[in-house]
């Protein structure tokens, strides 16, 4: 009789900004559309905010990703332990490792278009942009290392 093979781990990624109510909430939208199931996604902030941007969620919407019933949350230090990625969007949020890490931390310095004197729903959209093509050289990245 044979054992059965363990059912394969699936990556793991957690977004991080302060608030959790915009650049996380979206990058982890982009990521649950994109990856389709072969991700395990979260998000969450260092301080975390009361709503999700409604003009993130908006953008984020004509992506074809949806952020809208997400909510703010902490970060998890269980979570943070256990994933296999863990991505700090801009440099407000700070993630300290936490004893036992299983996974790395990266930054990513975002676009950051009001900088530029660029607002609303452009700014957005740019924003959006330039976490969406982050997030799938993420995903590639991810799945090619599981295959």
């Given amino acids: 009789m044979s054992t059965p093979n363990p059912a394969p781990s699936i990556p793991s990624v957690l977004f991080v900004c302060v608030k959790n109510g915009g650049?996380?909430?979206?990058?982890?939208?982009?990521?649950?559309?994109?990856?389709?199931?072969?991700?395990?996604?979260?998000s969450a902030g260092t301080r975390p905010g009361t709503a999700i941007n409604a003009l993130s969620a908006e953008v984020v919407a004509e992506a074809g990703a949806d952020m809208s019933a997400g909510s703010p949350t902490p970060i998890d230090p269980v979570l943070l332990a256990r994933v296999d990625r863990v991505v700090v969007l801009g440099n407000?949020?700070?993630?300290?490792?936490?004893?036992?890490?299983?996974?790395?931390?990266?930054?990513?310095?975002?676009?950051?278009?009001?900088?530029?004197?660029?607002?609303?729903?452009?700014?957005?959209?740019?924003?959006?942009?330039?976490?969406d093509r982050r997030v799938r050289?993420?995903?590639?990245?991810?799945?090619?290392?599981?295959?």
């Fill in 23 to 42: 650049k996380s909430q979206i990058a982890a939208a982009l990521m649950e559309a994109h990856a389709a199931g072969a991700v395990e996604v979260h």
């Fill in 92 to 131: 407000e949020a700070v993630v300290d490792p936490v004893p036992g890490m299983a996974g790395t931390i990266t930054t990513w310095i975002t676009d950051e278009p009001s900088e530029r004197g660029i607002e609303g729903v452009e700014r957005m959209r740019l924003v959006r942009d330039d976490i």
């Fill in 137 to 147: 050289e993420l995903l590639a990245e991810i799945t090619a290392e599981e295959a």
